[in-house]
Antibody, heavy 123, light 110 residues
Framework: QVQLVQSGAEVKRPGASVKLSCKAS????????IHWVRQAPGQGLEWMAI????????NYAQKLQGRVAMTRDTSSSTVYLDLSGLVSEDTAIYYC????????????????WGQGTMVTVSS | NFVLTQPHSVSESPGKTITISCTRS????????VQWHQQRPGSVPITVIY?????PSGVPDRFSGSIDSSSNSASLTISGLKTEDEADYYC?????????FGGGTKLTVL
């Protein structure tokens, strides 16, 4: 089954760090970029970062530079997102989603999303 | 980085047609593909339009997309509105390895 499965909900104190995971299965991991997108309660979608699973090339949203790190483990087809210096504004649902790195019939950007991980930052 | 601006909300009656605009603040809308994503309350977003005007398998042909270089904007049109179309709609594009979402438009079908 083609899917992205994310780790479970997290509750963190302000100033702490959180590490989220996104495990891909059912498709060739190296053929798709993985993005992280978040959504604060009642707010819109915010793009955070992208990684190419094969090369490891990463790009981050300028707003998050210095606080965010994206890594991957090709052996387990898993991508990770580390977010440090948490503040209440980081409270959101965090989604991973894929984006074709090669042209292929039937695929398109953001064609598959993880189920989302709720991160709550509260003292 | 550029900004994608959408109307905050639109509403229309079942059976009618609506168009949601998405205006790019800088750079050309024609330079990078635009996608449109639908998000119903409590659900994960799904793509309804990709590469400006292409429709994924399973998305009704009531959904269509276009771009207009003269206004530097993209549009999502939904015809024959159904109550099930009620959702938030987000445009999305990218440039210089940065991806951007519009602020979202809440569609109410009343």
């Amino acid at each position: 089954q083609v899917q992205l499965v994310q780790s479970g909900a997290e509750v963190k104190r302000p100033g702490a760090s959180v590490k989220l995971s996104c495990k891909a299965s059912g498709y060739t991991f190296s053929n798709f970029y993985i993005h992280w997108v978040r959504q604060a309660p009642g707010q819109g979608l915010e793009w955070m970062a992208i990684i190419h699973p094969s090369s490891g090339t990463i790009n981050y949203a300028q707003k998050l530079q210095g606080r965010v790190a994206m890594t991957r483990d090709t052996s387990s087809s898993t991508v990770y997102l580390d977010l440090s210096g948490l503040v209440s504004e980081d409270t959101a649902i965090y989604y991973c989603t894929r984006d074709p790195a090669i042209v292929a019939t039937g695929t398109y950007p953001f064609d598959l999303w993880g189920q989302g991980t709720m991160v709550t930052v509260s003292s | 980085n550029f900004v994608l601006t959408q109307p905050h909300s639109v509403s229309e009656s079942p059976g009618k047609t609506i168009t949601i605009s998405c205006t790019r603040s800088s750079g050309s809308v024609a330079d990078n593909y635009v996608q449109w994503h639908q998000q119903r309350p409590g659900s994960v977003p799904i793509t309804v339009i990709y590469e400006d005007d292409r429709r994924p398998s399973g998305v009704p042909d009531r959904f269509s997309g276009s771009i207009d270089s003269s206004s530097n904007s993209a549009s999502l049109t939904i015809s024959g509105l159904k109550t099930e179309d009620e959702a938030d709609y987000y445009c999305q594009s990218h440039d210089n390895n940065k991806w951007v979402f519009g602020g979202g438009t809440k569609l109410t079908v009343l």
